[in-house]
């Protein structure tokens, strides 16, 4: 069960970002969310002497579902690309449905937190009724006694299934028994029925998504093409990621078959996506060379954001000099196309540095933080990176 982790100060919610919307709907909470850079002085002061207060952890954990949010994560970036942040930490307060209430950046003191918090909570209108965790956890646990005794009646296991992924329990057995029923096979097309087979199609290896994908037509009109086929992908990569971390190279292999029978549009480049994604995260940064250099060269790509993604990767993770060379290529190549965004430029100083090029590293690294400092962003990443090469240090991959 996921849930917020106990403290002195405020309790943060201990999960991803849609289970805390799950979380807040249950509860009826509006959600405060912290997104903080973990190299940004404002944000570990916060978290050290404003987040540990009891009078702050008293309101929050009363009235909000609390999630923090690293901003070097992918989430984090998300989140910081959505909602265009520029300042950390950032603070934001959202409805159960994601829609922003209110946001604010930088440090707080305790008075000033309790004032947003108070004044989120004016913009937030929740049922009368507001459900306990004991009652919602009681209502779980009655209805897994109920399994545990017997109940296989299809209202009961649509039902059931929902309650154990809310609760993040294994539910695929569940699954798998509400889909294989009677009631299911006879009303395959009903709407609530392809509805549960979508919201249950999480991972490729799952009974749910193998319905899905045998019945395309079915969620291609109800849904949308588009809609299902990133759904499908969705699912795909989430077994990529359980085969890299339990380096299943087998379940890999199941995953690249499930993509050519997926029939998606952009297969050829999803796959290759996804053989970078397994490589990168198995640490296997031989194949992951050669997969990236093969499609950026066969496919002719120059759009700057891949560029640049492919040489940082290279720079953080790769010593073989004719791959630093060409990710100093792909680097360049990215700054001259948009000379104005920071971040590739910092890229082209981190990718210098590595081929041994300190000196014009620093001068880039510095031209770096002139743009960076023009367009207002927050390049605190940037100052680390010109720390580590000042020091002659390693480059640090979770920098970007």
Known sequence: ?????????????????????????????????????????????????????????????????????????????????????????????????????????????????????????????????????????????????????????????????????????????????????????????????????????EDAESDAFEFLLDNLRYFNNLYGKDKVSSKVKAAIRTSVIIAATEREERDFQVALRTINNARLNDATAFSTEMKALFYEKTGDWDSFVKVITNNIKQNDISDPKVLDNAAWKFAANVNDRTSLTNALNWSKSAVEANPSVYEYRETYAAVLYKLGKRSKAMKEGEAAIIVARKEGADYSNLLHLMELMRGNHPLDPKLK
């Open 1 to 201: 069960m996921h849930a917020q982790t106990r403290s002195d100060g405020i309790q943060f919610f201990v999960g991803s970002w849609s289970q805390a919307r799950e979380m807040s709907f249950l509860m009826k909470k509006p959600i405060f969310v912290n997104v903080y850079n973990i190299y940004t002085p404002a944000c570990k002061h916060m978290n050290r002497e404003v987040f540990s207060n009891s009078e702050v952890a008293a309101l929050y954990h009363e009235k909000f579902i609390n999630f923090k949010l690293n901003l070097n994560t992918d989430e984090g970036m998300e989140f910081r690309n959505e909602h265009h942040l520029k300042e950390f930490p950032a603070l934001l307060y959202f409805t159960s449905e994601g829609q922003l209430i209110s946001k604010d950046s930088g440090e707080k003191s305790v008075g000033e937190l309790l004032a947003l918090g108070r004044k989120a909570l004016t913009k937030f209108h929740p049922v009368a009724h507001t459900p306990t965790i004991a009652t919602i956890y009681t209502n779980y646990l009655d209805l897994k006694l109920q399994f545990q005794n017997g109940n296989s009646d299809p209202d009961f296991l649509y039902k059931y299934a929902y309650s154990l992924r809310n609760f993040n329990d294994p539910y695929k057995h569940v699954v798998k028994k509400y889909i294989t029923s009677n009631n299911f096979q006879a009303n395959i097309t009903a709407v609530q029925n392809l509805k549960f087979v979508y919201d249950f199609a």
